[in-house]
């Protein structure tokens, strides 16, 4: 080896010389610098892999084995890049979370806090903090405040808490009366002595109180009004035995209170001002039947469903046993008619609770026709009637009353606005579904409002039929529309509840979908049969399978015999049971009567549970706005898939037949029919995309009212589409006649399982049924937006738009079917006279029989009438049909066609309605007398009286007022 080589070498010795270890060059500072990087590299790697609590180990072995110098480089370096000084909380935090903070304070330290900072009484006097302490005491503001206007509810709050006056026992009992034996005299004198005592204490820690207040009070402070302002400023802080001494204040308040509650009466009409007096009814024996002193456990439930419901016999076959249920027209009727049926079904019961199964959407409930209950008219005189003897029929809140809306109005702002009007009208709970599920009535099987026990659908319905109900809605009222023509003429002289019930029933013992359901029970306990039968030890039934599997089916069907034995209904008068079971109900009412002296009074409870789901929504905002937004994108994915449904098995075989010279359809065709379609595809597939996008990076800052605003400015497609829609159907129609290839190509692709089971017809039906769907999710968006949100504005201006377009096809909906039914009644009349005009419907039929007097010159008691025609009134919000009717037979046929015949038609501001009143000789009689004609008419109840003269007259008047 040369001298150089060996010098050379020891110099690279020399410069990679370490210090506490054999790879780190000390003397080379670049090879150390370097190297130094590549384990900097190395070390992050392995920090980006490891798990949180992996990172949280190795920061705190790094700093522990920092010096101060270190540790005080990092502490300066946060200060530079974050900010770590004391600032008000308030001008940091979003407004929301401040106010959610501001929201554990009671009155007294928020009127602290609102001496602070400006910032802070800003916040201590925002009405959403107040308004639920307000609503707790039933304190309610006499008018609505302005939209920029706040500290309207801290003040009412303050005004009701200084004109607040508690009454003793006996100035309770002078005014409302009481229930309670009378005492003798020596208890009333001790009572009197008592109360006597509690008030002079009470006075006398006032007056001490007073005096040490005045003591140490500031001089510049005077007995004005302007002191109060001041007062809470000045505030001197007492010494520990004056507050020890004063103390005792409120404790004596709370026992007088106390000792008021005891003596009150226990009437429902005492315990909060939003109750009513009970209309009294008799029954057909005149007994009474709706005392206080009949036990809550015997109140039935009762449910209302409204005609207007998609097959509603299907829902009124899956009531339970036991709940009365009422079938009412929507069309035809009037608050008036609908609450005497309420009160005729009822008995002068009272009812542990009412369902009201409607048609409506989030914001307002479809009740009857003209009559859509929402903010707007829900104090109408009318209206506020109607609900305020509907509250008197529910059971009290402390025995378990409400009113159940089948309808969503727990899903938008104006909904609960309508339910807390209510509640605050009547003094009942009202509860619905809080439920975002997109889908023909899906939201009944979704949360409810308010902590019941079981949820509505579950009291009232068979849960089994009514999933069924909610899955075949469309398909069961395309079913249901033939089988009630044929089998209405057999139940016409039956109720309707009861022809409901027996189509209902026959619907479901013909569906294999309920039977499949009603064995799941079944082919559960085979499975759990099975699964035993495979295991190696059986016990004593190890070489006996059959035996072993009788066995745990015998086990299973005694296990549910002994859950049905709590559900039977006697049909026996058994006395025994009949004891034990009066025995365990008046325990539990003695129970529930112990636990309600100690609580809240009615209206505290009511309003209590609206405070409640206030604050429920508040602290949720975040988490639901979330679950709406996805769903939102889950609905708009299966919307779209829907749409490429139409593409893929349609467009495309149809496109690419025509271009290999095997047409099926022209291109024409195929332009008039899928060109509209196809559009609406790319434009929500646009939307879509951008949901998609918007939902990958979601936090409860970001915004979707924008992207909701954009897509409503390109709803010009729909229009197209929309406008060319009875085109579309028509060409299909004609298309199917004309063209055999195309007839086969339906054929074979129409009701199959890569369409659904749906036909073209009935894929083009999505897109009108589409923006119902977006308008519930974007008013639920919005409810759980808060008030300071920035999306909030945007989505306030989409639901204005996409509201605005959703009525626009309501429209063209409501003018196809009032065409097509003015169309059918001129084809059903003979003779009848062109009917089809602007904005005419038809309101109701009535069939009445057609009366002529024998003698008119005596009275009205002892006029005699004859049977001379069978008449059917039609009438229309503008006109009076009046139609003979007859019956025609069909030869070695037991089934009767009806003819109807037109003899008159009467302008409803030229009609006048004269009654006659019962007499002997005639019954349910009443005048029709126009300019030219007079027919004197009497319906087979008069039920049907009352009810058709109540809508006559309303429609009479709503066409003089036009």
């Given at each position: ?572 008068c058994d006395p025994k049971a009949t004891s034990n079971l009066h025995m365990k109900e008046r325990n539990v009412i003695e129970d529930n009567s112990q636990n309600t002296k100690s609580s809240l009074s009615k209206n505290d409870l009511n309003f209590e549970v609206l405070v409640k789901l206030e604050r429920k929504l508040q602290m949720d905002s975040a ?340």
């Amino acid at each position: 080896m040369s001298t150089g080589d060996s010098s050379r070498k020891t110099l690279e010795m020399e410069s990679f010389h370490t210090r506490f270890s054999a790879w780190t060059p000390f003397s080379n500072k670049s090879l150390n610098r370097q190297l130094f990087q590549e384990r900097v590299a190395l070390i992050s790697h392995w920090f980006d892999l490891w798990t949180n609590k992996q990172r949280q180990e190795f920061l705190f072995t790094i700093f522990s084995r920092c010096t101060k110098s270190q540790l005080r480089f990092v502490q300066d370096w946060f200060s530079e890049r974050m900010e770590v000084a004391k600032v008000d909380f308030s001008t940091v935090l979003p407004r929301f979370i401040s106010l959610y903070i501001f929201s554990f304070l009671n009155p007294k330290d928020l009127c602290a806090a609102a001496q602070v900072s400006w910032p802070w009484k800003f916040l201590a006097e925002q009405d959403c903090l107040w308004m639920p302490k307000c609503i707790k005491f039933g304190w309610f503001l006499p008018f609505t405040p302005a939209n920029n206007e706040y500290g309207a509810w801290k003040h009412h709050y303050i005004a009701c808490v200084s004109t607040l006056d508690w009454l003793t026992p006996r100035e309770a009992a002078d005014i409302y009366g009481t229930l309670n034996e009378p005492k003798r005299e020596d208890e009333e004198l001790q009572e009197r002595q008592r109360e006597k005592c509690l008030r002079k204490i009470i006075w006398e820690k006032i007056a001490l109180r007073k005096k040490e207040l005045f003591k140490v009070r500031p001089p510049w402070v005077s007995g004005t009004c302007c002191s109060r302002l001041l007062q809470s400023q000045c505030q001197p802080r007492l010494s520990q035995s004056v507050r020890d001494q004063l103390g005792l204040h409120e404790a004596l308040e709370k026992q007088l209170v106390l000792a008021s509650a005891e003596a009150l009466p226990k009437r429902s009409n005492v315990s909060g001002s939003h109750s009513y007096p009970l209309l009294s009814k008799k029954n057909q024996h005149g007994v009474y039947k709706n005392d206080d002193s009949c036990s809550y456990a015997f109140l039935p439930h009762f449910i209302l469903i409204s005609s207007r419901i998609p097959a509603y016999e299907m829902v009124v076959e899956s009531v339970k046993a036991g709940v009365i249920s009422v079938v009412y027209e929507h069309s035809g009727m009037t608050l008036e008619t609908l609450f005497d049926r309420i009160e005729k079904a009822l008995d002068g019961w009272k009812a542990k609770s009412i369902g009201i199964f409607s048609d409506g959407d989030s914001r307002e409930i479809n009740l009857l026709q003209g009559y859509k209950i929402g903010i707007k008219n829900l104090l109408k005189p009318e209206v506020r009637d109607f609900w305020e003897k509907l509250g008197s029929y529910v059971a009290t809140e402390e025995e378990g009353g409400h009113v159940d809306f089948f309808v969503p109005l727990g899903a938008s702002e104006a909904g609960i606005e309508v339910l807390s009007q209510l509640s605050q009208l009547t003094g009942t709970f009202f509860t619905a579904p809080t439920g975002i599920a997109t889908g023909s009535y899906q939201h009944i099987l979704s949360d409810w409002l308010g902590p019941l026990e079981r949820t509505p659908p579950c009291i009232y319905f068979s849960e089994l039929k009514l999933q069924t109900w909610c899955s075949f809605t469309d398909f069961l009222e395309d079913s249901l529309r033939s089988v009630r023509k044929l089998l209405r003429p057999f139940f016409r002289e039956l109720q309707k509840s009861i022809s409901g019930r027996m189509i209902g029933q026959f619907m479901f013992d013909t569906m294999s979908t309920a039977n499949i359901l009603n064995n799941q029970e079944v082919a559960r306990a085979l499975a759990d049969g099975l699964t035993e039968l495979s295991k190696e030890d059986s016990g004593v039934f190890q070489d006996k399978p059959l035996e072993l599997l009788s066995y745990i089916l015998s086990k299973k069907c005694s296990t549910k015999n002994e859950d049905f034995e709590g559900n039977v209904i006697l049909t026996k008068c058994d006395p025994k049971a009949t004891s034990n079971l009066h025995m365990k109900e008046r325990n539990v009412i003695e129970d529930n009567s112990q636990n309600t002296k100690s609580s809240l009074s009615k209206n505290d409870l009511n309003f209590e549970v609206l405070v409640k789901l206030e604050r429920k929504l508040q602290m949720d905002s975040a988490e639901k706005r979330t679950r709406v937004v996805k769903e939102l994108l889950q609905s708009e994915r299966k919307y779209v898939q829907t749409l490429e449904i139409v593409r893929d098995v349609y467009v495309t075989p149809l496109k690419a037949a025509l271009s290999s010279n095997r047409a099926i359809l022209s291109a024409a065709n195929i332009q008039i029919i899928f060109s509209d379609i196809l559009q609406i595809l790319s434009l929500n597939r646009q939307f879509l995309d951008n949901l998609r996008d918007r939902l990958q990076e979601w936090g409860p800052a970001h915004c979707v009212g924008e992207i909701v605003i954009k897509f409503g400015s390109q709803l010009n497609t729909y229009t197209n589409f929309f406008n060319n829609y009875p085109i579309v159907l028509k060409t299909i129609e004609k298309c199917r006649e004309m063209v055999p290839a195309f007839r086969a190509f339906l054929k074979r692709h129409d009701k199959t399982i890569v369409t659904k089971m749906l036909s073209l017809p009935e894929l083009l039906l999505y897109p009108s049924r589409r923006f119902e769907e977006y308008i519930n999710l974007l008013y639920a968006l919005r409810l759980h937006t808060p008030a300071e949100h920035v999306d909030r504005g945007d989505l306030t201006t989409a639901i204005d738009q996409i509201k605005k377009y959703k009525s626009y096809i309501d429209q063209m909906k409501q003018n196809v079917s009032m065409k097509d039914q003015l169309s059918d009644i001129q084809r059903m009349i003979g003779g009848c006279p062109t009917l089809s005009e602007v904005n005419r419907y038809l309101i109701k039929v009535q069939d009445v029989a057609q009366l002529h007097c024998c003698e008119e010159e005596i009275s009205l008691s002892l006029r005699l009438y004859e049977h001379i025609h069978d008449l059917s009134l039609f009438l229309f919000n503008d006109a009076l049909l009046v139609s003979s009717r007859g019956t025609s037979h069909t030869p070695f046929e037991r089934t009767t066609k009806t003819i109807y015949q037109f003899i008159a038609s009467v302008a409803l501001h030229r009609l006048l309605v004269e009654d006659i009143p019962d007499s002997k000789y005639v019954k349910n009689a009443f005048i029709l007398q126009g300019p030219k004609h007079e027919w004197i008419c009497a319906t087979e109840v008069e039920d049907d009286k009352f009810l058709w003269l109540s809508v006559l007259q309303n429609a009479i008047k709503s066409s003089m007022k036009k």
